[in-house]
């Protein structure tokens, strides 16, 4: 299963280059929507993957720092075409994928939650109801659901998405990284199995 599977991330700097130290090839999405949507077609298209892994940084006011969670679905909390009265979160017209994307879940020991995806760094309640937010994590989602491929998910929460998230986050990486890659070998070892 191992060659079945690929594993995007945002950002190197949420890796620390703590993965490809250990010989595991990280794909690069680059931040926001649409570098995720991109990355994550050229990946699949690429590879041939069957599940590709999602880990990456999160911020929570629900969730304690440091905490590892499981994404259990994806929303986009800065979808927002309420005037023209739609629900916050809901891509009008597109009935094909739903405004919430539901994963299955793939790391039993880890608690769940929903995180809402945007195009803006987070710092205060987003107006769509989500347990933890990120920039990235909805588009692969949706490019998965559309190509047919399995998405697992893991955020580090790396800050309270408050007024000192920017600072807690640059602070808070080295330390993610290390519970990420643990994780990721972990899981690696079990289906090796």
Not at 45 to 54: A, D, H, P
Not at 122 to 130: A, D, I, Y
Not at 164 to 173: F, I, K, S, V, Y
Request: proline share 4%; net charge negative.
């Amino acid at each position: 299963m191992v060659e079945q599977s690929a594993l995007i991330m945002a950002l190197p700097s949420e890796s620390k280059g703590l993965f490809e130290q250990a010989g595991i090839q990280v794909h690069y999405s680059g931040i926001g929507k649409v570098n995720a949507a991109f990355k994550a077609y050229e990946v699949i298209q690429r590879t041939g993957c069957k599940i590709l892994f999602n880990l990456g940084t999160a911020g929570s006011s629900h969730f304690e720092t440091h905490s590892l969670v499981e994404v259990s679905s994806f929303v986009q909390r800065d979808m927002d075409v309420s005037p023209l009265g739609f629900v916050p979160g809901i891509t009008p017209m597109d009935e094909e994928i739903p405004g919430c994307i539901e994963l299955v879940s793939y790391f039993d020991q880890l608690p769940k939650g929903i995180c809402g995806t945007g195009d803006s760094f987070e710092t205060g309640l987003p107006k769509v109801s989500c347990d933890l937010v990120d920039m990235e994590g909805y588009a692969l989602a949706k490019v998965c659901k559309k190509l047919g491929v399995r998405l697992v998910s893991v955020k580090y929460i790396s800050d309270g998405a408050n007024t000192t998230a920017h600072l807690d986050w640059e602070n808070n990486l080295l330390l993610g990284a290390h519970k990420l890659l643990d994780l990721y070998q972990q899981a690696r070892l079990s289906f090796q199995s």
